[in-house]
């Protein structure tokens, strides 16, 4: 892979990787961490860097990270989602406080929605409230497309498309992505997401598989129709704004501000961005060395 150019490797479910008799197999020490070091060796002077993959308690993509490996944020999706649905930040912010820094982002994937990733992030009432809530908040979301009737016992992750678990709601859905933009790391969006996509029941129906809910099979007049959506439009400029904005090559910070609130800082060399996002209200600005962004 690395000879034919790629800069990144992802390391699937690498905690799987080792076995040892009498163990779970998932995360055996020091096995795994041998196993990432010969990966690393393989690759030296290559220039390519090691994604390992891992949905777990968080202080365990901590613990990935301070080996100096890029890890995944998967606990961003659920603790955004109990943001917007109750109007409160502390959790959020609390997260955006400690999270690890070489890191990608993701609102959504080709799997679901990851739940197991904010245990101790997140009470468990609020884990329990918000995940049931997405079938309350959620469009055309509902618990049977999670269970043994759609091959599906996931107790990581719930299937829906991230734009439905917002209820198909456009402002909530661009606050989100606003946020996922200026979080620290690299964000990554899931091509449904990148087209807000909705969940796509057809298919479901069609193959009972529950993770073929976010899986929409776009068709090339599909996509010409689609970036034509005003969400999908202003999610494109954001994502060019969050491309070509030195200031992203910078620092984090957060302001003061009340729950519900969040006002984030990123700085470069002088250039600045600036979101403030109101989460009772559903909307945010973004200025840019102080003057306002439209999207």
């Not at 409160?88 to 400690?98: A, F, G, N, P, V």
Request: hydrophobic residues 40%.
């Amino acid at each position: 892979m690395a000879s034919h150019g790629a800069s990144i490797i992802r390391l699937d479910a690498f905690a799987y990787a080792t076995k040892r008799a009498g163990t779970s197999c998932f995360f055996v020490e020091p096995d795994v961490w041998e196993f990432l070091d010969k990966c690393k060796e393989d690759l030296a002077g290559t220039g390519v860097e090691l994604l390992p993959e891992i949905h777990e308690h968080y202080s365990m993509q901590d613990r990935i990270a301070d080996k100096g490996y890029y890890v995944y944020d998967f606990a961003l999706p659920i603790l955004l989602l109990n943001a917007i649905y109750y109007g409160q930040t502390k959790y959020l912010r609390h997260w955006l406080s400690i999270c690890p820094r070489r890191v990608f982002t993701t609102l959504d994937t080709h799997d679901g929605i990851g739940v197991v990733d904010v245990r101790d992030l997140l009470p468990q009432d609020e884990i329990d409230r918000t995940k049931d809530d997405i079938f309350k908040f959620g469009a055309n979301v509902k618990k049977v497309y999670n269970t043994a009737a759609y091959n599906n016992l996931d107790i990581y992750q719930v299937n829906c498309s991230y734009y439905s678990a917002l209820g198909d709601d456009d402002a909530s859905y661009l606050l989100a992505r606003a946020v996922q933009f200026f979080a620290p790391g690299i964000p990554q969006v899931y091509y449904v997401g990148l087209l807000a996509g909705k969940n796509d029941l057809e298919l479901l129906e069609k193959t009972k598989v529950g993770r073929n809910i976010n899986r929409h099979y776009y068709s090339k007049d599909e996509i010409a129709q689609e970036v034509e959506r005003p969400v999908v439009r202003k999610l494109l400029n954001m994502m060019e704004f969050r491309n070509e904005t030195k200031a992203f090559n910078g620092s984090f910070s957060m302001a003061d501000s009340d729950d519900g609130k969040l006002i984030i800082e990123r700085e470069f060399e002088g250039d600045k961005a600036v979101l403030t996002a109101d989460f009772i209200e559903k909307k945010f600005t973004v200025t840019h060395n102080g003057e306002k962004v439209e999207f």
